[in-house]
């Protein structure tokens, strides 16, 4: 794998992130295991995780993937060859500080995220989404004792929008604040505009780095669903119906091009392509075996053509 700079920040990150959501939910522990070690096998040293990880699935009170994570740090001994990311923001107990981005929610998050990763510092310490009961400040007053302690250091957000991201750089610049150094979009394929129409241009201005997330669209860009088939079971399919149009198909159709004159996955061409992007840094994969990780890994290394990476353009400017 590539390395790259991780925004402004001195981190050199691997091109493709490691998300590990299905850790403890899709994924046992043993395979979540096998998955971190082939992904590390392969030269990847990125790892994204949140506290909440995964609260929805039966019998999940959030942070298993954090503690599977800080297992397996433990066990591999190779703590300092990785950056790890997690997030904040999701309930997680009982009472009014159980979830948000107070002083106090984080105050405590962040100790008992640390506690489940078994590490003393958290590399990129991330808002999983906004808290408008909060003021900005407040947050970022948090994140500041935080770094000044060295339990973090460095502070990023994920699901704002550009309001929200532009009001938090401001206020940053404004009070000598920390400031966001990553972003997490939603962005893909058949998922562009959210991110590209008012995001895009303020994070290449800012020097921000950009690690999306659901880079594949639930599976979507895979190339698994076919138009008149029957949807594959998987605990995500429901949420490719959106695609599952002439517009999505049109998009698998010119992926599946360009994969052939690569002899690569669909799926590597579409993370390829999103790394074309001048401010993405690390599309978040994620997988619930080795072998699903090795259709991925091929996109670190393979260089998209301006032209190919424009017939994609192209295929879905729609979205």
């Not at 399919?237 to 698998?252: C, D, I, K, S, T």
């Not at 997988?287 to 990476?309: K, R, V, W, Y």
Request: charged share 25%; proline share 6%.
């Amino acid at each position: 794998m590539q390395l790259r700079p991780l925004g402004r920040t001195r981190l050199q990150v691997s091109n493709l992130c490691l998300g590990t959501m299905q850790f403890g939910w899709t994924a046992d522990e043993r395979a979540s295991l096998a998955v971190m070690d082939s992904f590390v096998e392969a030269g990847g040293s990125f790892l994204d995780t949140a506290d909440v990880y995964s609260r929805w699935a039966p019998g999940n009170p959030g942070g298993v993937s954090e503690q599977i994570i800080g297992r397996w740090l433990k066990e591999r001994g190779n703590r300092e060859h990785l950056v790890i990311a997690t997030k904040v923001r999701g309930r997680m107990w009982a009472g009014p500080d159980g979830e948000g981005l107070s002083r106090a929610h984080i105050t405590r998050a962040v100790e008992d995220s640390l506690r489940r990763l078994q590490i003393e510092t958290i590399d990129l310490y991330q808002c999983h989404s906004p808290d408008e009961k909060t003021p900005i400040e407040e947050t970022l007053r948090a994140f500041e004792e935080l770094i000044s302690s060295g339990k973090v250091r460095h502070i990023g957000a994920s699901n704002f929008t550009v309001a929200q991201l532009a009001q938090a750089l401001r206020v940053a610049g404004e009070k000598t604040l920390p400031r966001f150094e990553t972003l997490q979009p939603h962005h893909n394929l058949v998922h562009r505009a959210e991110y590209e129409a008012e995001l895009a241009p303020l994070c290449e201005r800012e020097r921000i780095g950009v690690i999306p997330y659901s880079p594949l669209a639930a599976g979507f860009l895979t190339g698994k669903y076919r138009p008149g088939q029957t949807q594959p079971r998987s605990a995500r399919a429901g949420r490719v119906r959106e695609y599952m149009n002439a517009q999505g198909f049109a998009v698998l159709e010119a992926l599946e091009g360009v994969a052939a004159a690569h002899n690569t996955t669909p799926a590597a061409v579409a993370l390829a392509w999103q790394m074309t992007k001048p401010a993405i840094v690390a599309p978040i994969i994620g997988a619930n075996s080795p072998e699903q990780l090795a259709d991925l890994l091929p996109a670190a290394d393979l260089e998209l053509s301006i032209d190919e990476a424009a017939a994609l353009d192209r295929a879905s400017a729609s979205f």
